[in-house]
Nanobody, 120 residues
Framework: QVQLVESGGDLVQSGGSLRLSCVAS????????MAWYRQAPGKRRELVAV???????NYADSVKGRFTISRDNTEKTVYLQMNSLKPDDTAVYYC??????????????WGQGTQVTVSS
């Protein structure tokens, strides 16, 4: 059974920092690209940051310079360090695992989400 369990969400003041963690089980973690998405009320889910199996990283423009994604394959964990938080960062943050096999099969898994609220 695949599980992605996020933690670290909280209520924080504008300008503050949080570190989100996502622990994976039931998958061969180092085979998967890992990503963080977020969804604010009334808005579509959006990609925040992604780190591939070769440690290639991309960020949404809105978080560049403030957020840092990293992974620890030994611990099967992906992190999102969030600094200089803004009220617009308020959302439920979801962990995502994504693999496309050599024969083209796609495997995508989601965590249950963790709430981040930034007060002004």
């Amino acid at each position: 059974q695949v599980q992605l369990v996020e933690s670290g969400g909280d209520l924080v003041q504008s300008g503050g920092s949080l570190r989100l963690s996502c622990v994976a089980s039931g998958i061969t973690f180092n085979f998967y690209s890992m990503a963080w998405y977020r969804q604010a009320p009334g808005k579509r889910r959006e990609l925040v940051a992604v780190i591939t199996t070769t440690y290639s990283i991309n960020y949404a423009d809105s978080v560049k310079g403030r957020f840092t994604i990293s992974r620890d394959n030994t611990e099967k964990t992906v992190y999102l360090q969030m600094n200089s938080l803004k009220p617009d960062d308020t959302a439920v943050y979801y962990c995502n695992a994504d693999l496309t096999s050599r024969v083209g099969a796609r495997y995508i898994y989601w965590g249950q989400g963790t709430q981040v609220t930034v007060s002004s």
